[in-house]
């Protein structure tokens, strides 16, 4: 009774919303306009796509006591995932001014240190038995709020593997996707589109419901959730090279891939045809969320491979010195402080008009 309370004062707290994403056929369309009206790009078709990058640390924190110095701002010797919100907040302007529309962020962040197999710290804006940490849901806020004013699309991710395991039990992981979807619904956002998990076909994945053989159970979870007659938009990942399997395909909304670990763009295309040749496909937006290769100086690479096959394309910098380079490793500097971030977001320019 006290949550139903709780919902019903949110949605009526909740601003007019300024940003509305929807899927219609292949493309995108916010607002009911389809994205980057009447743009081409050396011959080949940009409206619709929903070019995005990776930045899935907006709301990092870690709860660990004994690894949590390791993200520590190098002007004052500590970490403050305050700050990280708000500086993440302060640059969304200058990636919307160059044309992304959409960018990743996840409940649970993404590997810190790169690609190391053990993950000793604590990030998870969800409990041990699926509630939400209102911390973490204010910083969330803020971002939401700065993309609805914005006019981007948020693609949100609830599970990420070496996290998932802080979530106890199937029942707990099932709740923590309703009260996400709540949460969204009590907000009255419409720019967000679910990634239930991020790489689903990563083994270090501990419960069934979040694996290949059962990730669609996940999917379907969240489609079945309505309000007013609105539900959310629902997809999942796989790893880098994976192309989806078909009960994602015939379950999704749209299809995630990584081109992490693809170094011929070649590959890149091959992908998006077989992803369009799976049984159960029908015409839907195809998105790279997540390719740690750049090239951005070269006619030919991931990006403008992916562009070419009608798929939109998402940039991921992982990065090595915290504050310096990438996007993924705490504490992040959000701007674009770096050749290679100028690069990526200078070929966003070129290829949308901004």
Known sequence: MLATLAGAAA????????TQVE?????FFINGEITYKGRTWQGHRIEGLLLNSRMVQGIFDDLNPDTRSRWKFPDTGRWDPERNTREFVAAMPEWRKHGLLAFT????????ERYTKSQPWHNS??????????????????????????????????????????????????????????WIFDRDYRNVLIEVNNECDVK???????MPGRIHELIEHVKQRTRGGRRLLVSTSYGGGAVPRENVVRAADFLL????????????????????A???YRPMPIL???DDHFDFDKPVNNMTAAIREYCSWGYFDPGLNNYVDGYQSPPVNWGLNTERKRAFFAKVREITQG
């Not at 270090?204 to 979040?210: C, P, R, S, T, V």
């Not at 891939?257 to 369009?276: E, K, L």
């Open 105 to 112: 962020i996840n409940l649970q962040g993404g590997n810190p």
């Open 11 to 18: 949605a009526a707290a909740a601003p007019k919303r300024r």
């Open 125 to 182: 804006a969800i409990t041990e038995t699926g509630e939400l940490r209102p911390d973490y849901m204010r910083r969330l806020e803020r971002i939401l709020d700065r993309a609805d004013e914005l006019g981007m699309v948020v693609i949100l991710g609830i599970f990420y593997f070496g996290q998932d395991q802080r979530v106890k039990d199937e029942a707990s992981l099932l709740r923590a996707v309703d009260n996400t979807v709540d």
């Open 23 to 27: 899927i219609r056929g292949q493309s």
């Open 278 to 280: 799976v049984p159960g």
């Open 288 to 290: 790279f969320n997540e």
């Open 204 to 210: 270090a994945y501990d419960q069934e419901i979040l």
């Open 257 to 276: 891939m990584h081109g992490n670990g693809v170094n011929d763009p070649a590959r890149i295309s091959q992908m998006v045809r077989q992803a369009r």
